[in-house]
């Protein structure tokens, strides 16, 4: 008796061949206890959604599964519409006019312990849209009357965050703008990393800066 691995070959002793044959029943009266446990998912609940006109639905992300035992988790989904030709065909009205119903597939994803695959299915009826009107619940409040004061983990890190902004060479930010619009870039270093004038982030670093500066002045009075 030999098991290959690739072009070798392997010979077992009679010792080997017990436990190897061990290792598998064992493997195989764990793997059934977990499909008859409490980790076999039975039930999935059910999902229905409206969608507007001209849009494709928004399906949920997890669901509540039940178990052998009765009881019961949040598992997450992957729906079978990801698509992007499967999205537009779902969100044009003249597939899909107002009142079509139609359904989407997916499955319960897998984890160490239960099997990948259990079949779920939302349905879906198409709406004509309605006007919303959003009221706001909450105001952003400018920075320049939020202060934090004391002697605290939070002052501290604010402080170290000035420092380090103030440390970095303002020359060095301004160097892909310069080289851009053809301006010189004598006496200000290349900018590097993201902000390498040879890769197409350029840029992206030097606008956190000037973003980090702004509110840094903003809610700091020094």
């Keep these: 008796m030999g098991i290959c691995f690739c072009d070798m070959k392997i010979l077992l002793t009679p010792a080997m061949r017990r436990a190897v044959a061990a290792v598998v029943a064992a493997v195989v009266l764990l793997t059934g206890a977990s499909a008859a446990g ?68 997916g499955f319960i994803t897998g984890d160490n312990s239960t099997p990948n695959g259990y079949p779920v299915t939302a349905d879906v009826r198409v709406v004509a849209p309605q006007a919303t009107t959003i009221s706001p619940v909450a105001e952003p409040l400018p920075l320049d009357r939020v202060s934090i004061d004391g002697d605290n983990r939070l002052t501290h890190n604010r402080d170290l965050d000035i420092d380090h902004l103030i440390s970095l060479p303002v020359k060095q930010q301004l160097y892909n703008y310069r080289d851009t619009y053809g301006l010189s870039t004598d006496g200000y270093p290349e900018s590097d990393g993201w902000d390498s004038p040879t890769t197409k982030l350029k840029g992206h670093g030097s606008g956190h800066y000037m973003s980090a500066m702004a509110f840094a002045f903003a809610g700091h009075s020094r």
Excluded at 68 to 79: I, K, M, P, T
């Design 38 to 105: 409490r980790l076999t998912v039975v039930s999935v609940e059910s999902v229905r959604v409206e969608v507007a006109v001209g849009h494709a639905p928004r399906l949920p992300y997890r669901l509540w599964v039940t178990y052998g035992d009765g009881s019961g988790e949040y598992r997450q989904v992957r729906w079978l519409n990801a698509s992007e030709a499967t999205e537009r065909a779902e969100a044009d009205a003249t597939l899909n006019p107002v009142g079509t119903e139609y359904r989407v597939r």
